[in-house]
């Protein structure tokens, strides 16, 4: 479900007692693009991909889709309007199966989705036989994520790293235009990392706006297209990836954050 605009989001601030987490930031995120969000630990990030994502009312700013003004909504209506996001802690629990739980995130997009029809009998066909369609669809997104072999396994016993991409099929289930991502390469192995590399790019290729969140500026260097720097809650740079990291004011906020982020920012 491409998006002619794409996300816009300006002037964000929120504020946890005398802590300001995030000071009138904004970014964009349009459609066919890997954008990323980066910026030493503490920076905002997490806090920002909440306000986007409905999780979290700003004291000021706003977040728009295609023109459309979304703030005041909560989280199920920016996954109506097509943001999905993914957690940096995915926790998937219960008893459902991998492919059950996917198969149910499709389900409730169905049920969510506007079913424009002439009739209610003609917008009623059009749900059953999309919610049919929800098994193979889970299929199809399980396969492109990597983990079809995990299908059967309880959602709740899979490894972190495989919760993770179960966390990813799930959003991709609700057919989102907007993709965000909180630290999506945190403890993959070097071949499922470089798998969601390819998989971000394709999507974009096919019209999403995708957003990754990322402390590390390594991951993000080959697959973004644009970056936007934050910095103790203030946007501070936005470019393409070669030009952010040579940017002495990242290359200052990260020196001033010691990590593993710091490391890669500062050896290019
Ligand atoms: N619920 C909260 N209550 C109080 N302070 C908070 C809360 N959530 C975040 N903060 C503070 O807001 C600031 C931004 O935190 P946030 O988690 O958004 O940064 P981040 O860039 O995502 O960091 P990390 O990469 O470490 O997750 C930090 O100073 C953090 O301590």
């Known amino acids: 479900m491409p998006s002619p605009e794409g996300l816009l989001v300006s002037g ?12 009138g930031a904004g970014l964009t ?8 969000l980066i910026g030493p630990d503490g920076a905002g990030k997490t806090t920002l991909c909440d306000v986007i994502a409905g999780l979290r009312r700003p004291c000021a700013g706003t ?5 459309e003004d979304l703030t005041g909504g909560g989280a199920r ?3 109506r309007h097509g943001i999905a996001r993914t957690s940096q802690r995915p926790g998937p629990s219960g008893a459902l199966t991998v492919h059950e739980s996917v198969r ?3 389900g409730r997009h169905v049920k969510a989705r506007r079913h424009a029809g ?5 917008r009623w066909r059009r749900r059953r036989d999309a919610l049919r ?3 193979r669809q889970a299929d199809e997104i399980l396969a492109r994520v990597g983990i079809a072999d995990y ?3 309880r959602a709740s016993s899979v490894p972190p790293d495989v919760a993770r991409l179960v966390a990813l099929a799930q959003a991709l289930a609700a057919e989102p235009a907007v993709l965000l991502l909180d630290e999506p390469w945190t403890g993959l192995p070097v071949r499922r990392a470089r798998a969601l590399e390819v998989l971000l790019r394709d999507l974009a290729a096919e019209g999403l706006a995708v957003l990754v969140a990322e402390s590390e500026l390594e991951p993000v260097m080959g697959v973004c297209d644009v970056l936007h720097v934050l910095d103790a809650g203030r946007m501070i740079a936005t470019g393409p990836p070669v030009e952010v990291r040579a940017d002495r004011r990242v290359r200052d906020a990260y020196r001033a954050s010691p990590g593993p982020g710091a490391d890669a920012a500062l050896s290019a």
């Open 151 to 153: 299908a059967e396994r």
């Open 133 to 135: 369609d929800t098994g």
């Open 63 to 67: 977040v728009r889709l295609d023109g």
């Open 104 to 106: 149910a995130a499709a």
């Open 77 to 79: 209506d920016r996954v």
């Open 118 to 122: 002439a009739s209610w009998a003609e």
């Open 29 to 36: 995120a349009p459609p066919a693009t890997v954008t990323g």
């Open 12 to 23: 964000v601030t929120v504020r946890f007692g005398g802590v300001t987490a995030v000071d």
